[in-house]
């Protein structure tokens, strides 16, 4: 759910020819399409309350099969990586990774362009911020699900605050009752800050030295764990006491006990991205369900559920009427003042990005 890199495949074998690895849209004929997604990051039916997915599918006729199977962004690469790499099925419509996943995939030729005059939303309503990223500016591939903030988050009933990522790393009331996450863009990216390197624009040395802080913590027997969203349950139960968190996932945990914060250091900021890709068989549906998204209205009620930033204009305005309490909520409409705490990660050519996946794998055992 986070990081941003511009990278390439180092194995132009497994390149593609999106024009090429195609197959016939059945959409008109047959109603449907599978989204593969993140954890807790949807709103669900609930007594008199009807979701935006089922809403969706009242309005169009599409049966969505919606899975929440993704957890970790290279977790589901091996999923799919074979298939996609050899111009197989992955048997899925859409899925949604994060900025630096989703640039690697469309660089690799293994995503389908989106017809714009199929997702006009899209394209009239993005927020500003997310309009024009690097690997994709004219969003001919792509269209971020939500956006959101990394930081610290901890069980208020069992331990005290914990105000700076430092502390997670060092605090002794703390050791062995933390996780990080595997995401490497996030969890190095407040390394880096606690080497006193900025994380869009760091050297190798400094690098090495956020690994070295990295390994200590490990080797002291700081971190109990590296996750990917499952680490609420563990926060929850008291299994960990705290740990690097995304901000939506704590919001959204239901527990008033569960406390997110930015580190004094700063905080990582990303996008997850909806994405088509190679030998989808139902785009046109797929299409059908980005554009609707990009409703203020539908992206309002999505966000006063997940509490992650929404990237459609006027859903601020759209949520005076579904829920008031959230117009001025920073964790949906984040404030100058807090995006100007955010970095995202350094874009890595892809010697570098396998050097630092290696050192990085290296220390969590992955």
Request: aromatic residues 10%.
């Amino acid at each position: 759910m986070s990081g941003f890199a511009l990278t390439r495949f180092d194995t132009p074998d497994r390149e593609q020819d999106p024009t090429e690895c195609t197959a016939k849209d059945v959409s008109e004929t047959d109603k449907r399409l599978v989204f593969s997604n993140w954890p807790e990051y949807i709103d669900e039916d609930d007594g008199d309350y009807v979701s935006t997915l089922t809403q969706f599918e009242k309005d169009t006729g599409i049966q969505v099969q919606y899975t929440a199977d993704i957890n970790d962004n290279n977790e589901f690469f091996a999923k799919v990586s074979n298939q996609l790499g050899s111009c197989s099925s992955s048997k899925r419509d859409l899925f949604a990774l994060t900025d630096w996943m989703a640039a690697r995939m469309i660089q690799v030729g293994w995503i389908q362009p989106l017809d714009a005059a199929k997702v006009p939303n899209l394209h009239a309503n993005i927020i500003d911020s997310l309009k024009a990223p690097e690997w994709d500016p004219k969003r001919e591939f792509s269209a971020p699900w939500q956006s959101g903030l990394t930081g610290i988050a901890y069980n208020k009933a069992k331990v005290g605050e914990v105000k700076s990522f430092e502390e997670l790393l060092t605090r002794k009331d703390l050791k062995g009752r933390i996780s990080l996450l595997t995401e490497m863009r996030d969890t190095m990216g407040f390394l880096v800050m606690i080497a006193g390197g900025d994380p869009e624009k760091f050297t190798d040395t400094q690098w090495q030295n956020a690994i070295d802080l990295l390994k200590k913590a490990r080797s002291d027997g700081q971190v109990r764990s590296f996750t990917g969203n499952e680490y609420v349950q563990d926060l929850a139960s008291g299994n960990i006491l705290a740990c690097e968190a995304w901000s939506g996932d704590i919001a959204n945990a239901g527990d008033e006990n569960l406390v997110w914060i930015p580190p004094e250091e700063g905080i990582m900021i990303w996008a997850d991205n909806m994405l088509v890709p190679n030998l989808a068989t139902h785009q046109a549906n797929a299409e059908q369900l980005i554009n609707y998204y990009y409703e203020p209205e539908v992206a309002a009620k999505l966000a006063d559920y997940n509490s992650y930033i929404c990237p459609v204009k006027g859903a601020q305005q759209a949520m005076e009427k579904v829920n008031p309490d959230n117009v001025d909520n920073e964790l949906i409409f984040p404030s100058d003042k807090t995006l100007a705490l955010t970095h995202q990660f350094m874009a890595l050519d892809e010697a570098t990005m396998r050097t630092y996946e290696g050192d990085f794998a290296d220390v969590t055992g992955a």
